[in-house]
């Protein structure tokens, strides 16, 4: 039987093609014949012997009847160490204007999950050098890390920070994939890694909001296989960035809609679930070597309660929240530590010092947000003494937890502090103990230690 296939119709990203005797998998790739540039990724069956594929290429190349062929099993892209300071594209191409690059191994980027008995658990901190972070939402190596927060409120700065700070201070090596964000940041995020010397140590993939749906949902597979060689093959500890995972949920319910699938709560598609365990359970550490994940999660209106939100959460060893009302009084990193969590507060992982310090913290804290709603309507003369000192002392822990970045000094004027975690707890344990209560809280705001005010 001759084996023959077309283009039935074209919506959007999502291609129907009727191809008669031979059966498909899903993510088998087809081309055109007169033009093998383009790339379609069977998706789901159709009546009859219909394909639903979305385009991994630029639609307006295509049109009905045009006549297709297999290209192959599934998406391939090249891996190795000559991605290390390239930025690159959904198929591995360089897209920074440096030259080809030369990578021998290709590998798919559907790769399975490593089976239960080769994965690890570590119980080591990660240390980042962030007193907000590392304080309060430590982070476990070879776990998951959330950041997240509305628009503008410093997602990408932070995580942008975290890489500097590791890449920099602990010489990791980092894989970055850029989904579904502006194209001014990715720009801006080369540049800073650039003038810090970082980018060396770091492979970058970006789909960007420019780029079509079925790209922004495909290239942070890329980038996940890239961090796989470098686990699993050149047996080398992983940190992996993404900025940021809603947007790749989002291009898989932009796709989910040209399907006419029927949609779940709030609209999302009825396999998100299932697409983010797919892309989160790839990020895992085995006997070989640690990918530590830190990821930027871009909330709907500020609404934590919203669906697409919610099928992130359960993978996070530690959710970091950015609260739009912190950016505003002007404290950076615009931490909501009473909304943030993290797992690893347990004694046994972070030490009983560390331990007992964010349990006092947490409940002075949470007093200062009673105080504050009473100073607010009544004003602070009518707090008795006790609570006055405790008032003041939950601010000046709040403006200790403020610090000067690297990646944004050249805007801000101020050299970035690196602060070591040991130093952070023994510092908040001075506050808490009332030994800077003589102190102004304003002498408090962008320090790094405590020693800068003695």
């Not at 790769?111 to 304080?135: C, L, W």
């Not at 790749?248 to 989910?256: D, H, K, V, Y």
């Amino acid at each position: 039987m001759v084996l023959t296939g077309h283009i039935a119709a074209i919506r959007g990203d999502v291609i129907e093609v009727v191809y008669k005797g031979k059966k498909f998998a899903r993510h088998d790739l087809l081309t055109l014949t007169d033009d093998k540039n383009v790339r379609l990724e069977v998706y789901s069956s159709a009546p009859g012997s219909g394909l639903m594929c979305i385009s991994l290429t630029d639609p307006n190349w295509l049109y009905r009847g045009a006549r297709v062929e297999p290209f192959g099993a599934s998406l391939e892209v090249p891996v190795g160490e000559a991605f290390l300071g390239r930025v690159v594209d959904l198929f591995g191409r360089p897209i920074d204007g440096k030259g080809n690059l030369t990578a021998n191994n290709k590998t798919s980027i559907y790769r399975k999950n490593p089976s239960y008995d080769q994965m690890v658990t570590s119980h080591a901190i990660q240390e980042t050098g962030i007193k907000a972070i590392d304080f309060f939402t430590p982070i476990r190596k070879g776990g998951k890390i959330g950041l997240f927060g509305g628009s503008g409120v410093g997602k990408t700065v932070l995580l942008s920070e975290m890489m500097h700070n590791i890449a920099f201070f602990h010489k990791g090596l980092s894989v970055f994939a850029g989904v579904g964000e502006r194209i001014r940041e990715g720009h801006e995020l080369y540049e800073t890694l650039r003038d810090t010397k970082v980018l060396p140590s770091v492979a970058m993939v970006f789909g960007q909001m420019n780029e079509a749906a079925a790209v922004r949902f495909r290239v942070g597979f890329t980038a996940v296989t890239l961090a796989e060689y470098f686990r699993d093959v050149k047996k080398q500890d992983v940190l992996f960035f993404i900025d940021n995972v809603y947007r790749f949920a989002q291009a898989g319910n932009e796709l989910s809609t040209l399907l006419n699938t029927i949609p779940s709560e709030d609209g999302y598609q009825a396999t998100l679930a299932g697409e983010i365990g797919a892309f989160q359970e790839r990020l895992v550490s085995t006997k070989d070597a640690a990918i530590t994940s830190i990821q930027a999660i871009y909330v709907p209106a500020d609404d934590l309660s919203d669906a697409g939100v919610q099928a992130i959460v359960p993978y996070f060893d530690s959710v970091v929240t950015l609260s739009r009302s912190v950016y505003q009084e002007g404290r950076h990193p615009s931490v909501d530590v009473l909304t943030s969590s993290s797992s690893l507060i347990e004694p046994t992982i972070v030490g009983y010092e560390h331990y007992d310090a964010v349990l006092e913290a947490d409940k002075l804290l949470k007093r200062y947000s009673y105080l504050q709603r009473i100073v607010s309507i009544v004003g602070e003369a009518e707090l008795s003494v006790e609570d006055k000192i405790l008032y003041h002392r939950a601010i000046k822990l709040l403006n200790y937890m403020t610090q000067d970045l690297f990646v944004v000094s050249d805007q801000t004027g101020r050299v970035g502090k690196y602060v070591k975690r040991e130093k952070t707890i023994a510092d908040v344990r001075d506050i808490l103990a009332g030994r800077v209560d003589n102190v102004d809280e304003e002498r408090l705001l962008y320090i790094g230690d405590l020693t800068e005010i003695r």
